[in-house]
């Protein structure tokens, strides 16, 4: 008995440090608790660091900040999605991110081995792809890394079945769909196996179907233990998230859990300090820290004049299943846990 748990308590060590959130994910069932029970008993690792950090586009008449006092941190293993309004700098703040920009002031730190550390898939795939055939765009990547010539095909075999695009290996780029030339550009970040991969409004292009199989695809990497970024407009997609961060010209107002960023009351005096705050000085990133991405608080306390939620305050509209579970909970139905997707709204009233 003593020997079998011994046994699988290394598994699970060994394993940890390959596959993160998939043992979690194991060691969890196994024992018959909560991920995030498990997941909070590990020391997170911190990969990215941004100290203080503003940008501004050198410009004719004086160079104004479009990104201001950012503090943020990103750990391995987490899934941060970054929202904001069009030019609230979330373009910006991913290429300082990704080290693409030098920050004005302040500074970006990486701490990971992984080389490439961080790679970034845009809007446009057309406007990323270089080779003239599928696997002559990943051999690109892989050259300038330095790959050799023995494990390339290999390489890219593998990052093109885990896109689902293995069948096209040899297939010209001009014959790929919009959706398929951005599995491309994500097998083509994977090749170079990065620790982060940042995805910038990378399924705004694209149809419902195939904007679905690329977040299937970012989700699949996310559990195999790669941290990744996503920035979107498109709020069902903060259902994927760990935690929130979002921008008001160009500074952080919140950085939390969904939850909170749907539930979660902000009164007119905070809104105030928090956009005067992402203009002079930032987020304070104590108070940021003490709002936990795993926070299991709830948000019940209910609104008299409607919603005032980071969401509305930031102008969104909340989608579809946080819309009914807030007319449920107004209409006195107690929901746990509160739903930020439709299979959790689902399963919340199931349990009512
Ligand atoms: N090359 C540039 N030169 C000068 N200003 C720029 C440049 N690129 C962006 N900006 C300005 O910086 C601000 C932030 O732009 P950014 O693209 O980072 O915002 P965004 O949140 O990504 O917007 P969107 O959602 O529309 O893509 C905007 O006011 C924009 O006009």
Redesign the pocket.
């Known amino acids: 008995m003593k020997i079998d748990f011994h046994c699988k308590f290394s598994f699970y060590l060994l394993t940890y440090y390959c596959q993160p959130r998939l043992t979690i994910a194991i060691l969890a069932q196994t024992i018959g608790i909560e991920k995030s029970m498990i997941a909070v008993n590990f020391h997170p690792q911190t990969l990215i660091e941004l100290e203080h950090v503003s940008f501004a ?3 004719g008449g004086g160079d104004t900040d ?2 201001t006092d950012i503090n943020l941190s990103i750990q391995r293993g987490e899934w941060v999605t970054i929202v ?12 300082l991110i990704a080290k693409l920009f030098t920050a004005t002031r302040g500074a970006v730190s990486y701490h990971m081995q992984e080389r490439p550390p961080i790679q970034l898939i845009f ?1 446009n795939p057309d406007a990323q792809i270089i080779g003239e055939t599928v696997y002559e765009d990943l051999c690109f990547g892989m050259e300038n890394y330095g790959i050799s010539r023995e494990i390339m095909r290999e390489r890219a075999l593998e990052a093109l079945s885990k896109v689902g695009l293995a069948a096209h290996a040899d297939a010209p780029v001009s014959q790929l769909s919009g959706g398929q030339k951005q599995l491309l550009c994500i097998a083509a970040c994977l090749v170079l196996q990065p620790a982060v991969v940042l995805f ?2 990378a399924t705004s292009m694209l149809d419902p179907l195939a904007r679905t199989k690329i977040a299937a695809v970012a989700q699949q990497l996310h559990r195999e233990g790669k941290t990744v970024i996503w ?1 979107t ?1 498109w709020l069902d997609e903060l259902a994927y998230a760990d935690r929130v961060v979002a ?1 008001h010209n ?1 500074g952080i107002v919140f950085d939390g859990s969904t939850k909170e960023f749907f539930y979660g009351s902000i009164s007119d005096s905070d809104w105030a300090e928090r956009t005067d705050r992402s203009y002079a000085g930032g987020l304070d990133i104590a108070a940021a820290e003490t709002s936990s991405p795993n926070d299991s608080t709830e948000f019940h306390h209910l609104p008299r004049d409607g919603w005032s939620s980071c969401c509305e305050r930031l102008g969104f509209v909340p989608p579809y299943s946080v819309q009914t579970a807030r007319a449920l909970l107004q209409q006195g139905f107690q929901l746990d846990p509160l739903p930020v997707s439709t299979t959790q709204l689902g399963q919340a009233v199931r349990a009512l």
């Open positions: 586009y050198p410009s479009v990104v904001g309004s069009n030019g609230s700098g979330k373009s910006t703040l991913a290429k809007q910038d409004e920035i407009q921008l160009g």
